[in-house]
């Protein structure tokens, strides 16, 4: 029961182009956003697609990998951890942001 826990299985397309830091120790890092969509019909009978947006970071060879293969749009399917954080803007406000660590990554879709 315990690989079952804070796991997330998620597909869907990249927003952006990954974003990919190299730490002071060689370590990569690489930030991307991903939309997941979910289609129903509404009271009236209308198709509604609603679009969620999910953060992901991935490191080392995950994020090696990425950086040599993904690209804005491209499917893929990510298996990884929620994680949450907090942090001060610019101006001093405390802001918490939820991202998905990426511990697996499928590609999908065409070549």
């Known amino acids: 029961m315990n690989a079952l826990k804070n796991r997330v299985q ?10 990919i830091i190299t730490l ?4 990569k890092l690489a930030k991307f956003a991903i939309a997941t ?7 009236q009978g209308e198709k509604i697609t609603d679009t969620q947006w999910h953060n992901v970071v991935a490191w080392n060879k995950t994020a090696e990998i990425i950086e040599k293969y993904l690209e804005k749009g491209k499917e893929v399917m990510i298996e990884g951890r929620l994680t ?12 918490y942001i939820t991202e998905v ?3 697996e990554l499928l ?3 065409n070549k």
Not at 24 to 27: R, Y
Not at 37 to 43: G, I, L, M, R, V
Not at 87 to 95: A, C, G, I, L, W
């Open 84 to 95: 949450s954080r907090s942090f001060e803007d610019k101006e001093d406000n405390k802001r």
């Open 37 to 43: 969509n979910e289609t129903y019909k509404n009271a």
């Open 10 to 19: 998620l597909i869907g397309n990249l927003g952006n182009t990954p974003e």
């Open 24 to 27: 002071e120790s060689g370590k």
């Open 101 to 103: 660590v990426c511990n």
């Open 107 to 109: 590609m999908l879709g």
